[in-house]
């Protein structure tokens, strides 16, 4: 009895040991892997390029950050650097993104499918928040919000619905984040379910949201423009 238990321990440990490896970016296994966008090779990140053919350009880019951006429809401009900027940063599993508010502005509900996210306050002040996935009844999803000043810090788990909102009407606001991924990819909600390209049938957007068609029809005849640059 005593063996059975201890491999049936062994077995859930090795289970969520390999859960974990599998669960985000690929790790290193040498100093860098910088990647080489030009190789047909397509593998779940970017194939390396050759170490005698790295130089310093492989991880900088002047993103001049210190730099305000001009917000869009919905009153933000997220800058994001990822892999696709700095190749350096491939399977580094980290990138980072400059947000800025409009008096007003929102950065609105979205997730990101491959990515915890930290965000800190470097100007104004944000209401931000995120919402628990879907629970067993009579439990609901569970919405977390605060409100960030200067300096403050808040994380956003990986893939939860979240948003941030600058609630001054005169004063822009401005953040930092990091996310736990080379390339954490963006569903920004409303753009995803109403402004999908075929649209969703309206049928099925009716009864999911329970209201008439005429409402989806609405929705789906806006300019769902994308925040993210």
Partial sequence: MASSSSFLLLAALLALVSWQATAFDPSPLQDFCVADMNSP???????????MEVNADDFFKAANLDKPRLPNKVGSNVTLINVMQIAGLNTLGISIARIDYAPLGQNPPHTHPRATEILTVLEGTLYVGFVTSNQPAPNKNKFFSKVLNKGDVFVFPVGLIHFQFNPNPHQPAVAIAALSSQNPGAITIANAVFGSDPPISDDVLAKAFQVEKNIIDYLQAQFWENNHY
């Avoid at 090779?41 to 170490?51: E, S």
């Fill in 41 to 51: 090779v397509r593998v779940n990140g970017f194939v390396c390029k050759k170490p």
